[in-house]
T-cell receptor, first 114, second 115 residues
Framework: DGGITQSPKYLFRKEGQNVTLSCEQN?????MYWYRQDPGQGLRLIYY???????QKGDIAEGYSVSREKKESFPLTVTSAQKNPTAFYLCASSIDITGSYEQYFGPGTRLTVT | AQTVTQSQPEMSVQEAETVTLSCTYD???????LFWYKQPPSRQMILVIRQEAYKQQNATENRFSVNFQKAAKSFSLKISDSQLGDTAMYFC????????????FGGGTRLMVKP
């Protein structure tokens, strides 16, 4: 079945450590996105990528980094510079960014940093 | 910049009844798209319904329909014959036309369907 996978579902890290969240899609979509969701709030865009080896900052990119070496994969690294990293992280993809296509979401990763 | 406001943090409805969730947005754009996404307790975001701003006809998907008032910048979601499985967070989202598929989300409404 086509879809987006994120692993792991829950992730725990100590403060000061970098951590990488995985996102893989087999939908053959060109565009991929990372969002952050805090309790009781909507989603905020961290980074997005429209094509391999290209990505752009979203609204809250500080303290995060991404790579897009393969079309299927868009990992997100939460660095120690991110002041409040504990949150729910959602990855999404869409066919491309030239039209106005809806985004499809993965199941998310809950990151807890203590 | 666009903003999306959902003024109802929580709502409840009895099973089989109808409920309407509110959403307003602020934009200077003329061409755009509006979405309602559902996030059940599993936290998987699921697209419920989509509306193109250039279409006057309100979108419908089975028990879900919208009331799109472009002049008032209002985009409410009506759920008819509510079911227990409709219990979820509902997010309204805005997308500019030909602008990279960027979504701007509202803060969400938590809907509880009671048996």
């Amino acid at each position: 079945d086509g879809g987006i996978t994120q692993s792991p579902k829950y992730l725990f890290r100590k403060e000061g450590q970098n951590v990488t969240l995985s996102c893989e899609q087999n939908l053959n979509h060109d565009a991929m996105y990372w969002y952050r969701q805090d309790p009781g709030q909507g989603l905020r865009l961290i980074y997005y990528s429209q094509i391999v080896n290209d990505f752009q900052k979203g609204d809250i990119a500080e303290g995060y980094s991404v790579s897009r070496e393969k079309k299927e994969s868009f990992p997100l690294t939460v660095t120690s510079a991110q002041k409040n990293p504990t949150a729910f992280y959602l990855c999404a993809s869409s066919i491309d960014i030239t039209g106005s296509y809806e985004q499809y979401f993965g199941p998310g990763t809950r990151l807890t940093v203590t | 910049a666009q903003t999306v406001t959902q003024s109802q943090p929580e709502m409840s409805v009895q099973e089989a009844e109808t409920v309407t969730l509110s959403c307003t947005y602020d934009t200077s754009e003329n061409n755009y798209y509006l979405f309602w996404y559902k996030q059940p307790p599993s936290r998987q975001m699921i697209l419920v319904i989509r509306q193109e701003a250039y279409k006057q006809q309100n979108a419908t998907e089975n028990r879900f329909s919208v009331n799109f008032q472009k002049a008032a910048k209002s985009f409410s979601l009506k759920i008819s014959d509510s079911q227990l499985g409709d219990t979820a967070m509902y997010f309204c989202a805005f997308m500019k036309h030909n602008a990279g598929n960027m979504l701007t989300f509202g803060g969400g409404t938590r809907l509880m369907v009671k048996p």
